[in-house]
């Protein structure tokens, strides 16, 4: 990958950002309710909320607010939450890497289980072996991820079986195996979604590849046949399937919502939550922002990844 072509592509996501950053600001405003009848209680009197809105600078115009905001965060500060009155930037960043952390769990087992299967669906095709992955895709397709993680909460956490804790979240510093315990339940629950995706995409490249003329060739060299798999077949056939991946990393990271709100894992998309319902506005700013930011460096990161896999992909 070539120096100028990487310039071009991050001056891509600088702008993006800035776009972002514009749409967010604007929408935010669009927003019912008012930030100080939402902090003061509707009982409060006019002055009150007037000096409030002055002190937050809500009284001002938007583009003056949106040129003020933008100076903070190119500098790093997000503003002060409306709804807690600590700094944005903190809280927000330590909710992302909680969902980072959930992401990147995700993902592992994804690409452990879900890879394989879509190989062994493809090399197996039309037998047992095919029709099972297949019957187990369609159902993770066709599940949403709230009736997923009802259900496995219901089951796994219930009274009967309460193999996992059913919400909470312990740091990994503190204890990782307890961690871990209590990120199982939404990490199967995004796996099983993604994996279902991945494996279909994985099985159909897998498919098409087995029946080129340079598999064929690898075959008459008297290549084994987990040679020919994993080393020719798969390497041509992951670059539709990491394009997926880099979509899911986005997905993953601003996706999770409903999976934390369930499972009251305090992520960044369980503080979206809180930010809409209390209008905290720097905080729903900062949590949209970052995430757009993640969305933009995974495709980056995809395009690395589709240098590294096909040599004859060359960005100039």
């Known amino acids: 990958m070539s120096a100028p072509f990487l310039v071009k592509r991050l001056l891509y996501m600088v702008l993006t950002a800035f776009v972002v950053s514009i749409i967010v600001f604007g929408v935010t405003q669009l927003l ?60 927000i960043l330590d909710a992302f890497g909680r969902s980072a952390m959930l992401a990147a769990l995700s993902l592992i087992a994804v690409s452990l289980i879900a890879i394989p299967l879509g190989v062994v669906a493809a090399a197996k095709r039309g037998k047992i072996a095919d029709l099972g992955v297949s019957i187990v895709s369609y159902l993770g397709i066709s599940l949403p991820e709230f009736v997923l993680a009802t259900l496995l909460l219901a089951w796994l956490a219930g009274p009967s079986v309460g193999l996992f804790p059913a919400s909470g979240y312990t740091s990994p510093l503190d204890n990782p195996l307890d961690a871990l315990h209590h990120m199982a339940l939404p990490v199967i629950t995004l796996s099983i979604v993604l994996m279902a995706h991945i494996s279909r995409m994985v099985r159909s490249e897998m498919v098409d590849t087995l029946n080129s003329d340079f598999i064929r060739a690898a075959r008459l060299r008297g290549l084994s046949r987990r040679q020919v798999l994993y080393k020719h077949a798969l390497r041509n056939s992951m670059l539709p399937a990491i394009t997926i991946i880099a979509l899911d990393i986005g997905y ?45 460096l995974a495709n980056l990161a995809a395009d690395f990844a589709y240098a590294a896999l096909d040599k004859r992909i060359q960005f100039s």
């Open 32 to 91: 019912p309710a008012d930030a100080a009848v939402m902090i003061l209680g509707e009982n409060a009197t006019p002055e009150a909320m007037e000096a409030l809105a002055a002190r937050l600078g809500l009284d001002r115009p938007a583009p003056v607010q949106y040129l003020d905001w933008l100076g903070g965060v190119l500098q790093g500060d997000f503003g002060t939450s409306l709804r807690t009155g600590q700094p944005v930037g903190p809280t």
């Open 252 to 296: 993953l990271i601003g996706g999770v919502i409903v999976v934390e709100e369930i499972f009251a894992f305090p992520g960044v998309g369980r503080q979206l939550i809180l930010a809409i319902q209390n209008r905290d506005l720097p905080m729903l700013q900062a949590g949209v922002l970052v995430m757009s930011m993640t969305y933009a």
